[in-house]
């Protein structure tokens, strides 16, 4: 089942680049994190630092996991997250949200230290593909 996963998150990977790159983006594989895989760096010009996208991509509509000790913004490791649900289907979706958003979204695990983002908190018609609000002086 490894294999799905990883086809999943190459889909979810691949919609977020797509639609990035149609919208003049410059995209770019990060390296040096533990996310690596699914984390990209997007540019529009020389005059800004990359921006980081944290692609998470879902077969159905599952909650996306964050990880531990998560106390504010400066914590997350990326500007923007894409989460696709549906990623294998003909009708993706994908919901972005910056790192304020993920903050004010998130819950910790009641059973352990991690910090989730579940599906009722992040489907919503505010953040679903709105692709265009991602800009270089407001991550």
């Known amino acids: 089942m490894a294999s799905n996963k990883i086809r999943t998150a190459q889909a979810g990977l691949a919609y977020v680049t797509w639609q990035l790159a149609r919208r003049d983006w410059a995209v770019l594989p990060a390296s040096g994190t533990k996310k690596a895989a699914t984390l990209i760096q997007i540019k529009k010009d020389d005059y800004h630092p990359p921006l980081l996208v944290q692609s998470?991509?879902?077969?159905g509509q599952n909650a996306v996991s964050l990880g531990?000790?998560?106390?504010?913004?400066?914590?997350?490791?990326?500007?923007?997250?894409a989460i696709t649900i549906n990623v294998r289907s003909d009708t993706p979706a994908c919901f972005l949200l910056n790192r304020q958003d993920v903050i004010e979204r998130m819950k910790k695990d009641p059973g352990g230290p991690c910090y989730w983002v579940d599906p009722p908190r992040y489907i919503d018609?505010?953040?679903?593909e709105r692709w265009d609000e991602i800009n270089e002086d407001n991550p």
């Open 56 to 59: 998470r991509a879902f077969s």
């Open 68 to 81: 531990e000790n998560i106390t504010g913004p400066d914590q997350l490791p990326f500007d923007w997250m």
């Open 125 to 128: 018609q505010k953040y679903k």
